[in-house]
């Protein structure tokens, strides 16, 4: 158990002067002061204090935002100033505006400068953690996984971790997929707590696996009926940051079905209330085509929760009729780019009207809409 870094729960990240690594010769610039406020989730502010013996004509601001990409992205921010010999200037990333950062996202950032005189300054990089500093938070580490959480004693914690990774050994299990870099995981209290943390949320929202980050938030209130929700919502979101850390590409994305159908399996036996939809569906002969279930799910309640418990039918049955090495397959065939279609062909032998038949065969001929 290790209290979070110290900065934690502070309105002001003070981080002190830059240290220039690029200076012309010569040159009088200089940086006095240098720090970023923390105001999550609603914004960074960067503030810096600069002198120079001639106006300074030039400051802008360059960043990187640590997630997975496939090409370092470098944003430039050019500031707005009136040219003087000394002056204090900021510029505001307000996130209601570009869209918010999962909590504990890394910013590198450094500052770039010119003068009357031609004097230029790069300072070196340094880096800003955007945590959510509204919580005392408290953290377990254990293999990849770092777990942060300010509400519940150590068991609530502890069941949660053992819930983690009991979700990685069953996706292990079932498709040979394994966690291939660190992931945090940041416990919020309630739902309130966890929607605080975003921009513009959707009022439903109960947890998001920001897959790019390698970043997990979710509301769990510290008691029975939480823990229990938490321990299978954990599973899932895990589960759909894992499979994109296996699957990332610049090219193609899952199916839906995939994706939601193999974070259903991890959550271990299809619930109640969604066995019995899909039975009745079943019986009515009213199943979605999988092809229906490759694009977003239907915001209608009965809708959304049939096309759950279908993905984790089809999914169960791919794994089941045709084992681990052939859904690794699958996967690595989509990290290489390919298209639906393509990618079940080569794996499986059938295109996606070929599993949905053979699916519903399995299921002794229910019949499709």
Known sequence: MIKK?????????LLGLLIPVGVSAGSPLSITRSSVDVNFPASLTFNITVASDFNITD??????????????????IPVQFTPATRMTTQWLWDMRMSGGLPPGTSIEYWWTLSDAGGGELETAPAVVPFEDNRYDWRSINQGNITLYWYQGNDNFAGALMDAVQGALSRLADNTGAELASPVSLYIYANTADLQGSMIFPQDWTGGVAFTE????????????????????????????????QVTFNPYNALPVWLDEGLAMVSEGALDSTFADIFSQAEKNNTLISLRSLSSPFSADTYESLLSYAESYEVVNYLITEFGRDRMLALLHTFGQGSGYDEALNKVYGFDMDGLNAAWLVSLEGAAVR
Request: glycine share 10%; hydrophobic share 55%; no cysteine.
């Open 59 to 76: 400051i802008r601001l360059h960043y990187i935002v640590d997630r997975m990409s496939f090409a370092r992205v470098v944003s430039e």
């Open 5 to 13: 870094i110290a900065f934690l729960g502070l309105a002001v990240l």
């Open 213 to 244: 980050y390698g970043i997990i938030a979710i509301g769990i209130t510290p008691d029975a009926a939480g823990l229990d929700w938490g321990k299978g919502a954990i599973a899932h979101e895990l589960t759909h940051l894992v499979v994109n």
